[in-house]
């Protein structure tokens, strides 16, 4: 898969860099390429912002820079994401669909928007990573193209695709590394047993007592 982040702030995404996000790219599962939109400003000092037509706080990021950007990276195969709070709600299945794109451009906004006319025309996913406003679209697009690749055959292990939180409406039951005693505090005896049945049993339990506590709201969507 290939992505394609349009932004104003390229360094801010050294993290998509790192660790398993950087072995794919090495692996060539992924490429990412982070594109400056302030590149593509034809105005004499680069600039990409404006005020909003009707007054309003703040400045807007004009259409211009922004569609010359998508012209330069977009062909037949293209799949256009606009994180946004006034997005639908990102999950898990958004994010599974989304890696089954062969091309993604993400457009990250910054201050207090983008030019309406740019959504118009591309018409790209409007996308929310929840109920509260950051100052840019750079985390959010992080957050989803981490969570996106994850579904990318090979990115990660099918076990842990399987086992994490959210893939059976539960949340991940809590898990132990050596020692076995850390600083008076011990690993549940029943994971040192050896008795595969049990682990599981007590997992499982463990996954069912936590989404009840925490997040009942997962349990009633599998009832509905
Ligand atoms: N941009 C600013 N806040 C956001 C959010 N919550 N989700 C997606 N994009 C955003």
Redesign the pocket.
Known sequence: MRIDILTLFPESFSYLNSSILKRAQENGLLEINLIDIRDFSLDKHKKCDDYPFGGGAGMLMSAQPIYDAIKSVQDDNSFIVF???S?EKFNVDIAKELSKKEHLIFIC?HYEGIDQRIIDIFSPLE????D???T??EL?TMVIVDCLSRFIDGVISRESLLEESFSSNNLEYPQYTRPADFKGYKVPEVLLSGNHAEIERYRKEQSELITKKRRPDLLEKIKN
């Open positions: 994180p946004s709070p997005g906004g996308v929310s990573i929840g509260y406003v950051l840019g679209g959010p």
